[in-house]
């Protein structure tokens, strides 16, 4: 693995699922803060959250950012589209497409449409990895199997790749249900390191077992005992204790340097995105959460070693040249 393409994310500033981030820092800010702190690629964060998609590729030149996916969730339980779900993935991909033809440079890896299941009321994880009744049964994967091979070819209708978030709290969690994945489409996967290891799954394993399948990789660290604890008189909403999970690099359990190894011995060419999923408490956190992002990137590159051609090149703050699509 020469050289690794590394982002951050705007969840690691509180921006995912029903949250909008510090109180004292909107989109542009959140941006900022992470070029900032020395990251030179991003994923978008939701839809909509930066604008529509020529003002998300405006904030995206502006902090001289790098555009490295973004994540879409798909009701797969359901086995068809709606018109609501159809029109949010292709919103995406026209985000995307905005923010890598203003922003994409060569020489970095494509940024990809995130799709993931969305699960469905009352499915929280972490499930017993070994109870293979409590996943989708046939029919139903059957109709998530078709779902996906859609959202692939509307992706890339946008001319962007596609890839596969395995999520907590949803229908493709545990190592089984990735493996069905696998052996039933044609997607490619994201490593989670943090989603894996509460899910059962070793994330050094999962680089062997899903090999040249996974393209894109979300480092995150997690403390096992945070789900253990909250869990131990019977399940809890993930919502409860997630962010408390979420640890900075050093302070979980996650084998991070056995994972990049991993992936340097598969010659991982794709993106590694810093994540750290933490809910805002409502006060002033802008500051601190980019101290605990500074921490991460310096922790990583420390683990990669020498820097040698490690370095991401990135369009500089307010250019509007357009990048090669990708």
């Not at 070029?35 to 964060?45: I, K, N, P, T």
């Not at 949010?88 to 203003?102: G, W």
């Not at 994967?141 to 001319?159: I, K, P, Q």
């Not at 999970?245 to 810093?274: H, I, K, M, S």
């Amino acid at each position: 693995m020469t050289g690794p393409a590394i982002a951050g994310a705007p969840v690691s500033f509180g921006v995912w699922g029903p949250h909008t981030g510090p109180a004292d820092g909107d989109g542009r800010a959140v941006l900022a803060k992470l070029a900032a702190a020395g990251y030179r690629g991003s994923e978008l964060g939701p839809t909509g959250y930066l604008g529509d998609p020529d003002r998300t590729a405006d904030g995206f030149a502006a902090a001289g950012l790098v555009p490295a996916g973004v994540y879409v969730g798909l009701e797969l339980a359901a086995g068809r589209w709606t018109p609501e779900g159809r029109a949010a993935l292709d919103l995406a991909c026209r985000t995307l497409r905005a923010v890598a033809d203003r922003c994409g440079v060569p020489g970095v890896p494509a940024a990809p449409i995130v799709l993931a299941d969305e699960g469905a009321p009352g499915l929280d994880g972490p499930r017993d990895p070994r109870d293979t009744a409590s996943g989708l049964d046939a029919d139903a994967w059957a109709g998530a199997a078709r779902m996906l091979t859609e959202a692939r070819a509307v992706v890339a209708g946008h001319g962007l790749p596609a890839t596969f978030h395995p999520h907590l709290g949803t229908f493709v969690e545990s190592g089984w249900e990735v493996e069905r994945l696998l052996a039933t489409t044609a997607s490619t996967v994201v490593l989670d390191t943090g989603h894996a290891l509460l899910a059962g799954t070793d994330p050094v394993a999962a680089v062997a077992a899903w090999g040249a399948r996974v393209d894109h990789v979300h480092l995150k660290d997690v403390a096992t005992a945070v789900p253990a604890q909250a869990r131990r008189g019977g399940p809890v909403p993930l919502r409860d204790w997630w962010s408390q999970a979420n640890v900075t690099f050093g302070r979980g359990d996650v084998d991070l340097a056995g994972v990049l190894l991993a992936l340097q011995r598969r010659d991982y060419g794709g993106w590694l995105v810093v994540e750290q999923d933490v809910a805002p408490h409502g006060g002033p956190q802008l500051t601190e959460f980019a101290q605990d992002q500074r921490h991460n990137l310096r922790t990583l590159r420390d683990l990669l070693g020498p820097p040698g051609s490690r370095a991401l090149p990135h369009p500089a703050a307010g250019s509007t040249d357009r990048g090669p699509r990708q």
